[in-house]
């Protein structure tokens, strides 16, 4: 075979773009026909040159929206330099992330990944692992939650028990009882002997937006401290700032004994991470657990830079300030559009529409408004715009998606 040359590879990936997807990739995703060539801040740009607000943000990954010229000197600098030299020597850039990671949060120390699906799987490990060394080695199982969302490993999809994501996948990977959110009788009456942790995500992001009750988690801390047990966040989605505080379970006024993140920590690089206290992380012992790619150098610069803005004195009350202006614009909408919203939910700039159309339609509408949202469980649309939008971008996004869902309405033109 000889090699395509850059012009046939190019003409080939232009083609592509222009007469719909190449089968070439392989056919997991339902993905609109758009292809995007540059983010600018809150927008992205179509090779067609058509310009979109973005309130996807890449699934809650691009939390300082595209481009952001602090993001692209840390990772162009760190890129001239080294970008990888695996984990068998200390990494600078790891240990300074850990260290604010740290003094930000209840941890003690932090393990990073590349996803949230890996960070996830790190925890129940972790956990497991923790009772093994404690001298519980019977204790491996984790009470979980209906409408969570984990990631896509055999050992995530069966901790969500979502059984679109585990259908055809072969057994179930054992450990794993999940119950309802919000029965704390029955979550008491479910831990066992073999009860290891409970596992939740603050708030559901996947499941359709659904927060969690600050008073179920702080039950669940304290059912935890009584048995024993590890409490696990999942705050991948719900984490680094999107709720308006640093991490979502800071509204409890709780901690958990184990984090796992990913998504906005990178801001569109991919790093994962789960951090844990220091008696919760006493069975990862060398040896135990490792990454290939995880922390590596290029990843760890634009984490510190992610962490360097969202840390910067002001920050998180800008995202509380935008967030309470947003809610705000969501139900003058809702009170406008009775038959298209069907309720609102969410925290900070992790916002849901509940729609009574189907939610498929709508984010098709929005796409043609030049709008991208996400859609969720429980047929809603999730809106998470980057953290630093600004109050006009605001103003214009609202605007796109009150003419998207007024498409919708029978008693509105
Ligand atoms: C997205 C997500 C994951 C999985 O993250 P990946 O990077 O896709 O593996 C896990 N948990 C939550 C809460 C998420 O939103």
Redesign the pocket.
Known sequence: MTQPTSATATSAATSSSSSGPSRAVMDTYARLNVVFERGEGSWLISTEGERYLDFGSG?AVNLLGHAHPKLVEALTEQAKKLWHTSNLYRVAGQERLAERLCAATFADRVFFCN????A?EGAIKLTRRYHHVSGRPERYRLITFKGA????TLA?IAAAGNEKYLDGFGPQMPGFDVLPVGDIAAVEAAIGPETAGILI?PVQ??GGIRVIPVEFLRQLRELCDRHGLLLVF?E??CGMGRTGKLFAHEWAGITPDVM?I??GIGGGFPV?AFLATEEAARGLAPGTHGSTFGGNPLAMAVGNAVLDVVLEPGFLEGVQKTANRFKQELARLKDELPDVIEEIRGAGLLMGLRLKPPVADVVKACTEEKLLAVSAGENVLRLLPPLNISESELTEGLARLSRALRRFSTSQS
């Open positions: 699934i996803s949230g699906a890996e996830v969302f984990h990631g896509r995530t995500e992001g996947e999942d991948v989605q796992a990913a998504k994962g």
